[in-house]
Each structure stands twice: as C-alpha cells, then as structure tokens.
C-alpha cells in the first residue's frame, strides 16, 4: 500500500506540511508506505501543450511526455493507492506549482474522446487538503466550494478512485503579526483559532490518511 503527499506549499514547516504529514501518520498507522514530496524543491514547468499524449497510437498516451523533475513522480502517483495534495489558497486558487502539477499530471490521462474521457485504467483514491487565510464564512459569501472545492475533486475522479478534501480556514499566518501590515486581521482572533481549531483539523487529516488506507 503506497501513499503520496504533494506538498504544494513554499514552506515545509507551516500549516499545509503539518496537516499533510498529520495524513501520512494516519496512513502509516494502518501499514502504509508513505511519501513526502516538496514540489518548490523541484525543477519543472506547467504543461507546454505538446499534445504528445494525447496523438493517436503515442507511447505517452495517459502520461506526460515532457523530462524534467516531475516526470518520475508523476509515473509513481500512477502507481500508488492514495495520492495526498496539500496546498494554500493564494487569490482564491492553489499554488502556482500545484497548479502546473496538476496541468501536468491531469491533461496527460484526459481523453478527448467522448466514450471514455480516462487513458489511466488504474485506480488512485484522493484526498485535497487546503489551507487558507479565508473564514468559513468567506467560502459560503464567495461560492468557493463549488468554484474550487468541487471543480478539482470533480477532475480528480479520472484518475478512478474516490476524491474528498479538507478545508482548515482562518489560518494564522505570521510568527509576529506586528512585523506586518495586517490590520484587516485580529491577531489574537488568529491565535485562538490556532489554538482551538488548528488541533481538530490535524485530528481530522491524522483519521483521512488512516481511512483512506484501510479503504485500499
């Protein structure tokens, strides 16, 4: 049973990698193998719309022709049970890296043909994990579950498996909210929630990553 995080975060220390890892841990209880990787450690590039997968009788169909950093990760996540993705939501998106990740890793096994929109005949089951500044308050005010939570869980499900994600809103930020200007937050609002909440959320990342492998 193998289990792959993607670290779309720039840090390796703050709130998406804790969660993350709080996930790997849950999976590595039930027996796992588990992996890290830390894609701001990598070199490569969003995809460059070559359409080499996607040419009729091509040996890249349903993988990324392009060499780089990413290639033989994207070619292990093919092959494990539980693909993991962490990221933070900068303008109300994911990381540009994950982003290109997932340009990369979703359009290489999406079909344009209208029988079967899959190459990937295997099975890859999914859990997102977002971080962000936002309240849940912002996410109902601005329809960010349906524009971003559900688009890309949607997409994930060609990769077969099941797709689910976990949201950990009003995220504190800064080790010292004085260094910056930040008045349009309550710092110490930001502390209670890191102190309260922050906690249930590793809770809930720890008993996905254990349930997901039991899943398998």
Known sequence: MKVIAINGSPR????????????????????????????????????TSCFACKRKGSKYNGHCAMKDDLTSILENILKCDVLLLGSPLYFSSVTGEMRSFLERLMFSIYTYNTANPSFFKGKVDVAVIYTMNATAENIKQYNMEESI??????LL?????????????????FNDYSKYESSMF??????????EQFPIDCQKSFDMGARLAVRI
Do not use: W
Not at 28 to 45: P, R, W
Not at 149 to 154: A, R, S
Not at 158 to 172: A, C, I, V, W
Not at 186 to 195: G, L, N, S
């Open 186 to 195: 309550d710092e110490k609002h930001k502390a209670q929630v890191k102190i």
């Open 157 to 173: 499900k060609l990769l077969n498996g099941t797709s689910e994600f976990l949201l950990s809103t009003d995220n504190y930020q």
């Open 149 to 154: 939570f559900d688009h890309l869980k949607n």
């Open 12 to 47: 390796k220390n703050g709130n998406t990698v804790t969660l993350l890892q709080k996930a790997l841990d849950g999976a590595k209880s039930m027996g796992a193998d588990t992996e890290i990787v830390h894609l701001y450690d990598l070199n490569f590039k969003g995809c």
